[in-house]
Nanobody
Framework: QVQLVESGGGLVQAGDSLRLSCAASGRTFNIYTMAWFRRAPGKERESVAS????????RYADSVKGRFTISRDSAKNTVYLQMDNMKPEDTAVYYC?????????????WGQGTQVTVSS
């Protein structure tokens, strides 16, 4: 089992920055990829960014490219999401997730979520 705990959400204004953190504990040795997802009110959950644990290869949704940066600190078993130039449409609950399988595109562990609100 892997436990994920997010932190860093809050209320910001458009154009501001915010950094989310996700601390992983438990059987972290078998994590292949970690990612950030978000769910805005009335919308489906969407993938925001992901990072391979081994070599830090990152991927981003088109909506956040150039504004968000995902990174990881292996020593601390922590993943970060740096969000810059934030927009009101970034308002959502942000979830951290961990994936074990190299083959299956399925996330096995999820955090409880942290609210991010961007005012215009």
């Amino acid at each position: 089992q892997v436990q994920l705990v997010e932190s860093g959400g809050g209320l910001v204004q458009a154009g501001d920055s915010l950094r989310l953190s996700c601390a992983a504990s438990g059987r972290t040795f078998n994590i292949y990829t970690m990612a950030w997802f978000r769910r805005a009110p009335g919308k489906e959950r969407e993938s925001v960014a992901s990072i391979k644990w081994s070599d830090a290869t990152a991927r981003y949704a088109d909506s956040v490219k150039g504004r968000f940066t995902i990174s990881r600190d292996s020593a601390k078993n922590t993943v970060y999401l740096q969000m810059d130039n934030m927009k009101p449409e970034d308002t959502a609950v942000y979830y951290c997730a961990a994936r074990r399988s190299v083959v299956l595109d399925r996330y096995d562990y999820w955090g409880q979520g942290t609210q991010v609100t961007v005012s215009s």
